[in-house]
């Protein structure tokens, strides 16, 4: 049996490797040569190191593993979280332009993912078509017919329980929301929902009847109160004790409330309103923006110039243009900084208290978004409570004044964080930067439902500016023993990768081959590219989000 080229390739590689070959370092980071094939990792307790590849023959204080390669073959090095046992497939995405991939994110696939979990249930969509239906029934009198997005179902006279159930891959948001439903047919009806504990003992809610007729006709069903939304389990449609018949040829959520809010923005620059504010105030008016978000200079902890700022306010004001001050900055979080961060907040409290109504700030919300910082600056274990202790000196320093944050919207995920920044909050606004409705929708829902839960108000931001293209590459778990063109290695209990320019073994490595690349150009993010599309998408997204009570608007970041 012949054997594979690969086998060759390790014994070649040592026979053929250079003769001051490359080494791969752990350092401590005040030990590392400045190099620019290296990266810095801080450990979870704060120890900060440098992974360097270099052809030094030692460096004192350093573990070391020999590459057996020449560094110029080495394109870059990546850390890994501690911990981290990538399985069969590697996502590295980064910019690529200088001719080596700086990475700025990393995925790791699972060989056999965990399910999805459930999205929430769509609005305005046919939800027969994701839809399973289960007649029931001791006396067998019902039979149901679920195709093409359309629901038949038969009903033979019968005084024992008999109907369908009704069930999708969906939790139900907590928006003030009915069915809409589509159909025709014989008889009356009744609906009910359930949710998991209501299934369980075989109870449900009551959510009214359809009387059908041969005419096609409409019905609304309000969703019942009681029902745990996050729980759903199913819709029942109960038969009449007589003959009766049900063609239903759509069902869908719709929206059973309409909270208007306000469209909003931030204008970064200063001078915009400080120096041109009547063609700032114009242009807000005419776009349809009702409360813009100011950088407000600040001066021995003071407003630095309240006259100016009241001035802009008033004249903001009369045209139904509210006004905010917003404060930014990753290092907000970390204890020294915490201090002077709540001096800002007293200050624009202080303003308003002495301001006269029609010059007073809406509020004032904060930009902190703490996993910028890198890891040496603050253990990333350590950013939630953080950002909690700065969210509670915040609220304690703002007092009645209104206190918002922004947030990302894959903090979805932190329940505790979130329940905690309830606390603190008066409103959030969640950068939901995607260009699809429907991705849009579903990172927006959790927030939306973080509002009705704790009495809040919740803005959806989305991106209109630049945003860099990057790439992305796909590598894939080697064989044993074979080459391939990225390395992972441990070294100190720390994963390392070391992405190579030309493919190669190591025995101490595990090899990936790179199994595609492709270009992230931002498209997916942002509508910089095509801000009509925003618009266009704007009063549907406006229509869905208004279910919710405490919907605050959508804000336009770099609208302006």
């Known amino acids: ?28 980071a005040e030990k590392a040569p400045a190099t620019s ?109 679920l195709e093409d997005g359309r629901l038949r179902i038969d009903c033979k006279a019968g005084t024992r329980p008999a109907g369908v159930l009704l069930r999708g891959p969906w939790f139900l948001p907590r928006a003030q929301a009915a069915l809409q439903a589509g ?39 309000l969703l019942p109160a009681g029902l745990e939304r996050g ?102 979080i970390l204890p020294d900084v915490q201090a002077s961060t709540a001096a800002r907040a007293r200050a624009f409290a202080a303003y308003n208290a002495q301001a006269d109504a029609a010059a007073r700030l809406k ?18 274990g350590q950013r939630d409570s953080r950002y909690l202790e700065m969210a509670a000196k915040l609220r304690e320093a703002a007092g009645a004044m209104r206190l918002e944050f922004v947030v990302p919207f894959w903090w979805d995920g932190k329940t505790a964080l979130l329940r905690e920044l309830a606390k603190s909050a008066d409103a959030l606004s969640v950068m939901d930067y995607r260009t699809d409705p429907g991705q849009i929708y579903r990172f927006a829902v959790p927030f939306l439902d973080w509002a009705e839960e704790h009495g809040k108000e919740v803005r959806i931001a989305l991106e209109a500016g630049p945003i860099g293209a990057e790439v992305q590459r796909r590598y894939r778990r080697a064989d044993a023993g074979a080459a391939g063109d990225m390395l992972l290695f441990e070294l100190g209990g720390q994963p390392l990768l070391v992405l190579l320019r030309q493919p190669a073994a190591h ?25 009509e599309a925003l618009r266009r998408l704007l009063p549907g997204l406006e229509r869905v989000f208004g279910a919710w009570k405490g919907f605050g608007g959508i804000a336009l970041h770099e609208w302006r």
């Not at 052809?55 to 390669?69: E, F, V």
Request: proline share 9%.
């Open 363 to 380: 509020g004032m919300q904060f930009d902190v978004e703490p996993y910028l910082l890198p890891g040496h600056v603050l253990p990333v």
């Open 183 to 221: 159909f025709a047919g014989s008889g009356e009806f009744s609906w009910q929902a359930a949710d998991e504990a209501r299934a369980a003992r075989e109870d449900a809610l009551d959510m009214g009847s359809l009387r059908a007729k041969p005419k096609a006709a409409s019905g609304r069903l």
């Open 231 to 332: 729980a759903w389990r199913q819709f029942t449609i109960l038969c009449p004790q007589g003959a009766a018949s049900l063609a239903l040829d759509a069902l869908s959520l719709e929206p059973a409330a309409a909270t208007r809010a306000p469209r909003s923005t931030w204008i970064w620059s200063r001078s915009e309103w400080r120096e041109r504010g009547p063609a700032l105030i114009d242009w807000a008016a005419a776009e349809g923006i009702g409360e813009i978000f100011i950088t407000v200079p600040l001066s021995e902890g003071r407003v630095a110039e309240p006259e100016a700022l009241g001035a802009f306010i008033k004249a903001a004001g009369a045209r139904g243009v509210a006004v905010t001050a917003v404060e930014g900055d990753p290092h907000m």
């Open 507 to 531: 025995p101490q490595g595990q090899a990936f081959t790179l199994a595609g690349t492709r270009k992230i150009d931002g498209s997916a993010t942002t509508f910089h590219g095509d801000k």
């Open 37 to 145: 094939l290296s990266a810095g990792i801080t450990t979870p307790e704060g120890q900060r190191l440098r992974a360097v590849v270099g052809d030094a023959a030692a460096l004192p204080g350093c573990r070391k593993l020999d590459l057996g390669l020449d560094a110029a073959q080495v394109e870059a090095v990546y850390p890994l979280p501690a911990g981290t046992k990538p399985e069969q497939t590697i996502l590295l995405q980064g910019d690529d332009s200088k001719g080596a991939l700086d990475v700025s994110e990393h995925t790791l696939i699972a060989a056999r993912p965990e399910p999805d979990p459930p999205a929430p249930m769509p609005f305005g969509e046919n939800l027969l078509r994701s839809m399973q239906a289960r007649g029931f029934g001791v006396e067998e009198r019902v039979t149901a017919r």
């Open 1 to 28: 049996m012949p054997l594979h080229p690969s086998s060759f390739l390790l014994p070649l590689l040592l026979m053929t490797a250079p003769a001051h070959a490359a080494s791969l370092y752990l350092c401590p």
